[in-house]
């Protein structure tokens, strides 16, 4: 074991402030769907709006660093091992046997969580956030007689909006979740928020995957 | 002499129907039905003197009542089943010393009484306007802007903007909103994103009749019955009107929280001697729009219902004669024979009687524009916007966000939330167990 600086200081400001907007943005955004009560439907939108505005403008922010640095790679799915991780959270982790992959600085993400994070990042955040905008602006082109761009009705838009929602919703529940199955309960937690973490030196599974360049803490 | 309010009619393109001469000469309402036959009595309100029958000269300049609309003097009055003529009351001389531009006494004297009483049928108009406060009516309480009905409808050589869709069909000449605001007037986005599709009334009108009752459901069928031989009239606690042997009964209401349809400016009407279905209600005006109408948007209105007279045989509406002015013309405020009453009154509309009639169920569409409330009291978002007896639970063929939803999504959606939730919990519920058993077993 050693303790390793995995998330860097962008990397966490990103993933908590992504989950702040995401839950934000939930709650508000099923006010407004009527499936609960809380600010009133009003204040929902109002503060929807402001959040799906940050919300973008995070997006921007993480692209620009995910290409600049590279880490985007990390986003890449994989056969490898999927059938082994899915596996495992099936039935190995409940015999206490190892972690299937093994995560190193340079790949922190298991093979499913490349898989759905990918899918989340190329298919749900964009219907999500173009849905969102033609939401946000259907009224424009309609009123200036743009016809081409007319928006008869909000239905399609709102249904694919809805769908991601739910999809994220659920995404959440189990992420919460699996963030607890890591090396304990709650070193992935710790890990988010300190931005290190007590890592193997070496595995059977990832002998090709290059040494860390970054430096080690150890303990 | 080209004014409606002369007129009472205008060349118009029905739908449906071509280009007709329609007005109050000629159509037919779900109040006090028409006034073909009754001029004696209805015909107080045409700005002319003696409009008494059909044969009414509309060409003499002399006909016409100017102190109807310019009296200031506010004493002006005219006599009741005098066909326009003013009241023997009335000092002239006096009146004639103090003309001007109308004010919303002259307008009211008509517009607030139609139907035959205070408010009877626009529920948007009537005596509390002559002063009404802000929480009534913005624009003309006193101590607030102060308008008068000529602000808005402003005219023209005596050509006012501004109609009622019970007697016209056409888009054009109407009072709107953005002749003094503008089309998008919110500070709010959200909100003028709705100026599209929402009238400025729908909002910011959340209730209309708010000082005094209107009439809701005018039931002829029940009038005629007497006591002693004698009509009589019954009143509600509140002092209302809710059954006269001369009409019928009547259902009135206060604070009414409009309907709302879809209306693009255009609307057909029930033409004298057209057939209908006793079936189902019969729409003496259809008011025109829907959602995928680029010039459709959604507004409030009354909805005036009534059951009224027919021939069963002909299947059209009877324009009977109420109003009697001598003995034995059969008008059936005197007489309570609709036999006689429909008789004589379809001799003026030139239809036969088969002298069988029934009572059918008619509908009329009545926008409401007046009693503008302060922006405070404007309605709130969530009274349209959701699921359950919202506002607009009625209108259908489009998404409204929190009123609608796909059922599929909704299903599937949540299915997934709950499958996700069980799933976490069951495959945490055995680590756990699994991982106590382990360290017991160790
Ligand atoms: C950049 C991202 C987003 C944008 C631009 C956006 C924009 C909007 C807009 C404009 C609406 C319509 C209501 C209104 O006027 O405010 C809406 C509704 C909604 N939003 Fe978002 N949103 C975004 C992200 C999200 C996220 C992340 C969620 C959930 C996790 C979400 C859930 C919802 C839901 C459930 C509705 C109601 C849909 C309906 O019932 O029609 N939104 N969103």
Request: aromatic share 12%; hydrophobic share 35%; proline share 4%.
């Amino acid at each position: 074991m050693k303790k390793e600086y995995v998330y860097k200081a962008f990397e966490r400001f990103w993933h908590w402030a992504q989950a702040a907007l995401i839950i934000f943005l939930g709650v508000t955004g099923f006010e407004i769907h009527g499936s609960i009560r809380f600010f009133g439907f009003d204040q929902a939108v109002r503060y929807h709006n402001v959040a799906a505005i940050s919300f973008i403008i995070l997006i921007v922010f993480a692209i620009f660093w995910h290409l600049t640095t590279g880490e985007w790679r990390q986003y890449m799915p994989t056969w490898k091992n999927l059938r082994a991780q899915a596996e495992y959270y099936v039935f190995g982790i409940f015999r206490n046997a190892p972690h299937p992959t093994r995560k190193t600085v340079l790949s922190k993400l298991n093979p499913l969580q490349k898989l759905v994070y990918a899918g989340l990042k190329v298919l749900v955040i964009p219907v999500m956030v173009v849905s969102g905008l033609l939401y946000m602006f259907y009224r424009y082109p309609q009123h200036n007689e743009i016809l081409s761009l007319n928006i008869g009705s909000l239905e399609v838009i709102a249904v694919l909006h809805t769908i991601g929602a739910f999809l994220l919703v659920s995404f959440f529940i189990a992420h919460l979740y699996l963030g607890t199955t890591g090396r304990t309960v709650t070193s992935n937690l710790k890990a988010m928020i300190t931005g290190y973490e007590e890592l193997e030196e070496d595995s059977v599974d990832n002998k090709a995957q290059p040494v860390s360049h970054e430096p080690v803490l150890t303990k | 002499m080209h004014s409606t309010h002369w007129n009472w009619e205008r060349t118009e393109y029905v739908e449906g129907k071509g280009i007709r001469a329609i007005g109050k000469r000629n159509v037919l309402n779900n109040f006090c039905i028409g006034i073909s036959g009754n001029q004696q009595s209805c015909n107080r309100c045409h700005i002319g003197y003696g409009y008494a029958d059909a044969s009414f000269n509309f060409n003499d300049s002399l006909n016409v009542d100017c102190l109807a609309c310019h009296d200031n003097s506010a004493t002006y009055l005219k006599a009741i089943g005098g066909a326009g003529l003013p009241d023997s009351s009335v000092n002239l001389s006096f009146v004639a010393q103090h003309v001007g531009k109308p004010q919303r006494t002259n307008c009211g004297t008509c517009h607030f009484f139609g139907g035959g009483g205070n408010n009877v049928k626009h529920g948007d108009l009537e005596m509390s306007m002559f002063d009404p406060s802000r929480d009534v009516d913005v624009h003309m309480a006193s101590e607030g802007s102060d308008m008068q009905c000529v602000d808005c409808h402003s005219a023209q050589k005596h050509q006012m903007l501004g109609k009622m869709y019970s007697v016209s069909s056409m888009n054009r000449g109407r009072v709107e909103c953005e002749h003094c605001h503008s089309a998008m007037p919110h500070t709010d986005d959200v909100l003028n994103d709705h100026t599209l599709k929402v009238a400025c009334q729908t909002c910011h009108i959340p209730t209309y009749a708010k000082v005094n009752p209107t009439k809701l459901f005018w039931d002829w069928s029940t009038a005629g019955r007497l006591r002693n031989g004698e009509p009589f009239e019954e009143k509600d606690s509140a002092g209302t009107d809710v059954y006269m042997s001369i009409k019928g009964s009547f259902v009135w209401g206060k604070n009414i929280k409009p309907d709302y349809i879809w209306f693009n400016g255009t609307a057909s009407h029930y033409l004298v001697g057209d057939t209908l279905d006793p079936s189902r209600p019969l729409q003496l005006n259809v008011l025109y729009g829907s959602y995928d109408d680029p010039d459709a948007k959604i507004y409030p209105v009354k909805i005036h219902r009534a059951k009224q007279i027919y021939d069963t045989q002909y299947r059209y509406l009877i324009q009977p004669k109420t109003v009697s002015t001598k003995p034995g013309d059969g008008g059936y405020w005197a007489e309570f024979n609709w036999d006689r009453a429909a008789e004589e009154g379809m001799k003026q509309v030139n239809l036969p009687y088969s002298g069988h009639y029934g009572f059918v169920q008619t509908e009329m569409y009545w926008p409401v524009n007046h009693m503008v409330s302060p922006k405070s009291q404007a309605v709130q978002c969530g009274e349209c916007h959701t699921r359950e007896n919202g506002r607009l639970a009625n209108l259908s063929g489009f998404y409204l966000p929190g009123r609608n939803y796909n059922p599929w999504v909704e299903f599937l959606g949540v299915g997934l939330l709950v499958l996700t939730l069980a799933a976490t919990v069951v495959h945490g519920s055995v680590r756990f167990l699994m991982n106590r058993k382990r360290k017991g077993s160790n």
